[in-house]
């Protein structure tokens, strides 16, 4: 079984819509989670730690649920610029493991 | 403040030959990763360290070596290419104060085995 698993999309999107993302990880000892984004053929590029209280930046919002064992990311009023993979990524003491990630295209 | 660096960019290599990929940081970071990444598929750790004279191995450590002689440095070491290690490679770095603590990644070394 894997690590963790996303939903690899795509996701074609208009601008403005709202979208969210699933991702659910195996170890239920995970101490830390977080979302990345990668645009095509570059390095991965933190988009916000994930926290169990739940937590927003601008239009990005993350929730992690230890229970079920599964994290979220929701995007509000989606931009062309939001374009991109999106990677969840567990830490397991020093060990990260990422989704093979989501694919967003957003549409004007 | 350069951040990551990694070299070469790209890289061709022929079965059984050997290289070495380097990397660098300049945030005095105790923790150091190298990762590669296939078609369709996320990172997957090759080999960790998480501080001078200390490393371990990832998921997928085979056909790699890694040595972390100084904090600044982590290099990696393909003894005998073959043409499953062509893939790109990321290395990145992060301070081990927190588990929240995030990596910083290098730009990538394109690496691809004939």
């Known amino acids: 079984r894997k690590e963790v698993e996303q939903d690899p999309g795509p996701f074609n999107v208009p601008e403005g819509a709202t979208v969210a993302f699933n991702c659910t990880y195996s170890?239920?000892?995970?101490?830390?989670f977080f979302w990345y984004r990668q645009d095509c053929r570059k390095e991965p590029k933190l988009l916000m730690s994930?926290?169990?209280s739940g937590n927003e930046d601008g239009r990005f919002t993350a929730q992690l649920n230890r229970a079920s064992q599964y994290i979220s990311l929701l995007i509000r009023d989606s931009k062309l610029s939001d374009s991109a993979t999106y990677l969840c990524v567990v830490n397991n003491f020093n060990k990260f493991y990422f989704g093979s990630g989501t694919k967003l295209n957003v549409k004007p | 403040n350069a951040g990551v660096t990694q070299t070469p960019k790209f890289q061709v290599l022929k079965t059984g030959q050997s290289m070495t990929l380097q990397c660098a940081q300049d945030?005095?970071?105790?923790?150091m990763s190298w990762y590669r990444q296939d078609p369709g598929m996320g990172l997957r750790l090759i080999h960790y360290s998480v501080g001078a004279g200390i490393t371990d191995q990832g998921e997928v450590p085979n056909g790699y070596n890694v040595s972390r002689s100084t904090t600044e440095d982590f290099p990696l070491r393909l003894l005998s290419a073959a043409p499953s290690q062509t893939s790109v490679y990321f290395c990145?770095?992060?301070?081990?104060?927190?588990?929240?603590?995030?990596?910083?990644f290098g730009p990538g070394t394109r690496l691809l085995v004939l």
């Open positions: 990145a770095s992060r301070r081990t104060s927190g588990a929240q603590e995030t990596q910083y």
């Open positions: 994930v926290y169990s």
């Open positions: 170890n239920s000892a995970s101490q830390s």
């Open positions: 945030m005095n970071h105790e923790y």
